[in-house]
């Protein structure tokens, strides 16, 4: 099971409570941002391009629970920077527990391994590690060699210790197909519990802004990807999500649906722009124009986007909205392997290499935060 049991019935659950009170609006996940500092500099990253004195600020426990409890969604997902740099990690994670969150901590694992004993094995607590492929294309997607091997020790690590272990793969073009579905299969071995994927956001500040996938371009890789599954994959996401991934089905963006919170407050409209904070998370709902925002709007910040935190809420929203989105969300958790002659002769295409950005980047020190 790509989940446990208790989290798909919490999650299931809360849905339709939403749904039964007529709430149009409402977040499924917080994205929680404890920090922007990060001991990488991925070339695909806006989140580190901040000045000093904005990378030294962190969020406080209490503003981390205040910012939960004010939200209520099930599950939160604490991104960063890298969220095992904060000095009180284990105390914010450790009262998100006593509240019953779902908690995924997003992490690149260089410092897993030895911050382990910060935590405790809980079924509410998954720490999801970026990986962005096999050991090559992951160290150059986040510019350190060697990165893949001390993240996989962190893993293995966790996996020892009854942790829950999951996957968070950003894919940009030039992607190899076959490449990732190998990646898949190693992470099966592993013991990994699931994986997310997702494509790469253009981040005005990302130094690399060659290699962000199109939506075309973006369908015809997961479909590559996604299509004629092997039974051992198993993937942490809505199927319905990875279904608009392939070019199966069509949503709009939600960006309500997954907040984020960081140390400016409740960032408009969602985790991937930045158009102002609002103050509290009722006032991000009632004062955002949110009919700016999404393919649908012709924004040009929004026209190739189709992350996560924008559309997996917009997919389980339509799951449970009617009966035909029931029923095609319970047909896509049975027939999943997605039988497609085109997407294996999609497999036999040549890659264009996607190495010709810049050489890697030797990180020196994990805790110093500098290339």
């Not at 607590?125 to 993240?151: I, K, N, P, T």
């Not at 599954?229 to 089905?249: D, H, V």
Request: proline share 6%; glycine share 8%.
């Amino acid at each position: 099971m790509s989940v446990p049991a208790s989290q798909m019935w919490a999650t299931a659950s809360y849905v339709l409570k939403q749904k039964l009170s007529g709430r149009k609006q409402y977040p499924l996940v917080l994205m929680l941002e404890p920090l922007f500092r990060c001991n990488l500099a991925c070339a695909g990253c806006g989140k580190i391009q901040y000045p000093a004195h904005v990378l030294k600020r962190q969020l406080s426990p209490e503003e981390c629970f205040r910012a939960v409890d004010e939200c209520g969604a099930p599950m939160v997902s604490i991104p960063g920077g890298e969220p095992l740099m904060h000095p009180q990690i284990g105390e914010i994670v450790e009262g998100l527990v006593a509240r019953k969150k779902y908690i995924y901590l997003c992490t690149n694992a260089l410092l897993l391994k030895e911050k382990l004993h910060l935590f405790k094995p809980s079924k509410y607590l998954s720490f999801s590690v970026h990986l962005d492929g096999e050991r090559e294309h992951h160290d150059f997607s986040v510019c350190r060699e060697g990165g893949y091997d001390v993240a996989l020790e962190g893993m293995k690590a966790a996996i020892a210790g009854g942790f829950r272990v999951t996957t968070n793969t950003t894919l940009f073009d030039g992607a190899d197909p076959n490449s990732v579905r190998r990646f898949f299969d190693e992470m099966m071995d592993l013991g990994v519990e699931s994986m997310m994927l997702s494509p790469g956001y253009s981040y005005d500040k990302a130094p690399d802004q060659s290699h962000f996938l199109g939506r075309a371009r973006t369908r015809r890789l997961f479909r590559a990807i996604l299509s004629n599954r092997k039974s051992t994959w198993r993937f942490n996401a809505s199927p319905l999500f990875s279904e608009f991934l392939m070019g199966r089905r069509n949503f709009a963006c939600t960006p309500w649906g997954m907040p984020t919170y960081n140390v400016f407050g409740w960032q408009k409209p969602c985790y991937l722009l930045q158009d102002g904070y609002a103050d509290s998370f009722s006032e991000l709902l009632a004062e955002t124009e949110w009919a700016n925002y999404g393919t649908e709007s012709g924004n040009p910040k929004c026209a190739n986007c189709m992350v996560h935190s924008g559309y997996e809420a917009s997919s389980v929203n339509y799951g449970f909205g009617s009966v035909k989105g029931f029923f095609g969300m319970a047909r896509a958790f049975v027939f999943s392997s997605y039988k497609d002659e085109g997407a294996l002769a999609l497999l036999n295409e040549p890659v264009k290499p996607i190495h010709s950005y810049n050489p890697l980047v030797q990180i020196k020190s994990p805790e110093s935060g500098q290339a």
